[in-house]
């Protein structure tokens, strides 16, 4: 008879810490990253309705490394002023590879598809929501191959679906259930593919601050748990779901579990990015030099509140009882946090990706109401510094941004070369002489030796 390992037989699982997990699964999730299980997993724990879900990894097989010798158990660590807890959560009752998509999303038993897999996972133009039919996966895709982006599995799975689902998307889109009914609806024309079945896409906004897992966090739930767990995910106290309530075939009880159902997400969509993801980023080019976002709060503090009130408010329509003056606060006592460690530089991925939602959108509305808009203006100077100085670029547009650049010596001249990439910026802003002039100005004043930035 084999004897087990002793890291083995303390690992994370339904041996190690017997429970009750649903019997089967109706809901099949496209990107079980970090922040699914900290955030949607936890939703459909707390509803408590017996739904379980298929995690898909979209990209590495780490996390089914992770989970599966784990029967799909991991921890919820939480990090907030009273201390760190953690709490084991089964929802997961799959954890799968990429090429597993279609065949679960084409079971009738499934419900939902819901996704997270980040903004540039969708491979569209972040300035005007289309697919881009020149990215080279899209096109070996649409051309016949075994699908392998996210929208070809996806509208492949749809495909030989006859049981009407709800497709949910819960990255930070704007109108994201809108924009991917337009995205499945483009590639299924393009490529010649049907979809027949009764198919939502209700539209979402999600809130909840989770950074990287490190080693110290393992160790920590070990230390919680009396258990090994390989799948730890980090995250902050506050918890946010806004849903709107359209679904073609059930859903759990979220509400049960705090989310909120609406018949109009957009308000509460437009809050987030601007405030939330908008100071996020700026916290994050701006305060570049800083390894957390903790530590760059301090600093740059008057910058996000002046951004937040003068710039992004204006642009805000504020759902009934809502405390838009509370909600702001709140966001600067949560990047204040110093127990999350959350990166500066997870922040500052993809930007090419995350400025047409989080900060464009403010620009453009300010311009219209014939307003400077002076502080998006920093935030968006700050990451052409970023682009043009940075050692590393971490973006899907890296090249294509780098080649831009290139030959810029001025700030004019990098201004000028950015703003001509209209995936990024459309064909509008650069047109525009006032947010330029801002833009020269601001990074002038970045890249010189006065800047405390």
């Known amino acids: 008879m084999k004897t087990k390992r002793l890291e083995d037989t303390m690992r994370l699982s339904l041996t190690t810490r017997p429970r009750q997990v649903p019997s089967s699964v109706g809901i099949v999730h496209l990107g079980i990253g970090a922040f699914h299980r900290a955030h949607q997993a936890v939703y459909t724990e707390d509803a408590g309705d017996g739904w379980?879900?298929?995690?898909?990894?979209?990209?590495?097989?780490?996390?089914?490394?992770?989970?599966?010798?784990?029967?799909?158990?991991?921890?919820?660590?939480?990090?907030?002023?009273?201390?760190?807890s953690a709490r084991i959560i089964g929802s997961v009752r799959e954890v799968l590879?990429?090429?597993?998509?279609a065949?679960?999303?084409?079971?009738?038993?499934?419900r939902v598809?819901?996704?997270?897999?980040?903004?540039?996972?969708?491979?569209?133009?972040?300035?005007?929501?289309?697919?881009?039919l020149d990215d080279p996966e899209i096109c070996l895709d649409i051309t016949g191959r075994e699908p392998r982006t996210v929208i070809g599995r996806l509208v492949r799975g749809l495909a030989r679906r006859e049981a009407p689902v709800t497709v949910l998307?819960?990255?930070n889109l704007t109108s994201n259930g809108a924009t991917l009914r337009g995205l499945v609806e483009e590639y299924a024309e393009r490529a010649g593919v049907k979809i027949t079945c009764d198919t939502a896409f209700p539209a979402t906004m999600v809130d909840r601050i989770v950074p990287a897992t490190t080693a110290e966090d393992l160790d920590e739930a070990e230390r919680l748990l009396g258990v090994r767990d390989q799948g730890v995910v980090v995250?902050?106290?506050?918890?946010?779901?806004?849903?709107?309530?359209?679904?073609?075939?059930?859903?759990?009880?979220?509400?049960?579990a705090g989310a909120i159902f609406t018949e109009d997400v957009a308000p509460y969509e437009l809050m987030k990015l601007r405030l939330l993801n908008g100071t996020h980023s700026m916290l994050a080019y701006l305060g570049a030099r800083f390894e957390y976002v903790s530590d760059a709060v301090d600093v740059l503090g008057d910058a996000l509140r002046l951004y937040m009130d003068e710039d992004a408010t204006p642009t805000l329509t504020v759902p009934t009882g809502f405390d838009l003056e509370e909600y702001k606060a709140s966001l600067l006592t949560r990047f204040a946090n110093p127990a999350l460690k959350h990166?500066?530089?997870?922040?500052?991925?993809?930007?090419?990706?995350?400025?047409?939602?989080?900060?464009?959108?403010?620009?453009?509305?300010?311009?219209?109401?014939?307003?400077?808009?002076?502080?998006?203006?920093?935030?968006?100077?700050?990451?052409?510094?970023?682009?043009?100085?940075?050692?590393?670029?971490?973006?899907?547009?890296?090249?294509?941004?780098?080649m831009a650049v290139a030959r810029a010596v001025r700030p004019a001249e990098v201004v000028d070369a950015l703003l001509g990439i209209t995936e990024v910026f459309g064909p509008d802003l650069r047109e525009s002489r006032v947010f330029r002039d801002l833009l020269v100005e601001h990074l002038a004043w970045l890249t010189s030796g006065a800047s405390p930035y």
């Open 113 to 132: 598809v819901s996704l997270t897999v980040t903004e540039k996972g969708y491979r569209h133009d972040p300035a005007t929501g289309r697919l881009r």
């Open 103 to 110: 065949d679960r999303i084409a079971d009738p038993e499934v």
């Open 97 to 101: 590879t990429g090429d597993a998509t």
């Open 169 to 171: 998307c819960c990255d």
């Open 52 to 84: 379980g879900i298929c995690g898909i990894t979209q990209r590495s097989a780490a996390v089914v490394d992770r989970l599966a010798p784990q029967d799909g158990l991991y921890s919820v660590l939480e990090r907030g002023p009273e201390g760190v």
């Open 235 to 256: 995250t902050e106290p506050f918890t946010q779901w806004v849903i709107e309530d359209s679904f073609a075939a059930g859903r759990p009880a979220w509400e049960k």
């Open 343 to 402: 990166r500066t530089a997870q922040i500052a991925m993809d930007g090419s990706q995350k400025l047409p939602q989080r900060l464009l959108g403010v620009v453009r509305d300010r311009l219209a109401a014939g307003a400077e808009p002076r502080w998006a203006a920093l935030a968006v100077a700050a990451w052409m510094r970023h682009v043009w100085t940075a050692k590393e670029l971490d973006d899907p547009l890296a090249d294509h941004l780098r």
